[in-house]
């Protein structure tokens, strides 16, 4: 049977894509972003990923991968421990999703996703295996040019920090040709689509990092520890370009401050063990994505 090829950065947001929107064509997509100053602390994140999507008579059954690299830099950080052994994580995600069509106007998404997250200094273990998965139901409404979408379900995994549940609720509206927004948690975006090459987004969304330090690291008063955890968290306000060079490639661009940020160090049982000083920081996204097809829902992000 056909195969459908389609790219998604695969972390528990993905519940936002359009879910009536158009299969994405895209075959690969990469991306790096960095955040210079979150309190003597800068970060880089360099990613790329890639799906498969296989159609079915009733919805579609995803499988994908990605690969990131997050890179801390402490700089002049004053703490009392040493944090270079928490300075470069490796994420290796896979995911295996099912899309199912009840009818025209109802719809379930069902999502499991493990992911490696570590900084790979000892041999893998259990520590570095994290679970992500979600459910939702999702209802629409159409009249016309316009939609509506109202989605609703529960998530598990550690876009908040350690594994636990999440609650996932969204209202999409698509206005017009070139209007549309989405309210809800994790991710509010208003849309405007300038021309069929060119999209800008206002977003508002939270996003975070849990991952195993397999090292042993010395603390002042609980001496030598392993398989500790760092947790970022944070909550950024931004501005996103979308903009088709060529028919098959497109960039994207996200320019915004992170309002709130979290940086910390937990023990093996997840109790805190260092809290870093933060503060709000500039970010800079850049992506760029290949495209299977030239046929792109204008209204899906």
Same mark, same amino acid.
């Given at each position: ?11 528990? %947001? ?58 801390? /830099? *402490? ?11 928490? =300075? ?5 995600? %896979? ?10 106007? &109802? ?11 570590? /900084? #790979? +200094? ?11 998965? *979600? ?5 629409? &409404?159409?009249?016309?040019? +316009?939609?509506?979408? #109202? ?6 995994? !550690?876009?908040?920090?350690? $594994? $636990? ?13 070139? &209007?549309?927004? =989405? ?8 849309? *405007? ?42 909550? /950024? ?11 098959? &490639?497109?960039?994207? #661009?996200?320019?915004?401050? !992170? ?11 997840? @109790? ?17 994505? #290949?495209?299977?097809? @030239?046929? /792109? @829902?204008?209204? =899906?992000?």
């Amino acid at each position: 049977m056909k195969f459908y090829i389609c790219t998604t950065f695969l972390i528990l %947001s993905t519940v936002h894509t359009s879910l009536w929107s158009q299969i994405s064509k895209e075959l690969i997509g990469f991306e790096y972003s960095v955040t210079p100053d979150i309190g003597e602390i800068s970060i880089e994140k360099y990613q790329i990923s890639t799906n498969l999507g296989k159609k079915t008579s009733k919805g579609m059954i995803g499988f994908g991968i990605s690969y990131t690299f997050h890179n801390y /830099n *402490y700089n002049n950080a004053n703490i009392n421990l040493d944090p270079w052994t928490y =300075k470069t994580i490796h994420s290796i995600k %896979s995911t295996i999703s099912y899309r199912h069509y009840f009818n025209k106007s &109802w719809m379930g998404n069902l999502v499991f996703s493990p992911v490696l997250s570590s /900084n #790979f +200094e000892s041999e893998i273990s259990h520590e570095d295996i994290f679970l992500n998965a *979600y459910f939702t139901i999702s209802k629409r &409404w159409k009249k016309k040019n +316009e939609y509506s979408i #109202f989605t609703m379900g529960i998530g598990y995994g !550690t876009l908040l920090g350690k $594994q $636990q549940f999440i609650p996932i609720i969204n209202y999409e509206n698509v206005i017009n040709k070139q &209007w549309s927004y =989405k309210l809800g948690f994790p991710k509010t975006r208003l849309q *405007y689509l300038v021309n069929n090459r060119n999209k800008l987004s206002a977003t508002l969304e939270f996003d975070g990092l849990f991952a195993n330090n397999s090292s042993t690291v010395a603390f002042p008063e609980t001496k030598y520890l392993t398989d500790t955890k760092i947790q970022y968290n944070n909550l /950024n306000l931004g501005i996103y370009n979308e903009y088709k060079i060529q028919p098959n &490639w497109v960039t994207t #661009f996200h320019l915004g401050y !992170t309002l709130w940020n979290q940086l910390k160090i937990l023990d093996q049982d997840f @109790n805190e063990i260092h809290n870093f000083e933060t503060n709000g920081s500039v970010f800079i996204n850049m992506g760029l994505k #290949f495209n299977l097809k @030239n046929k /792109n @829902n204008e209204h =899906k992000k």
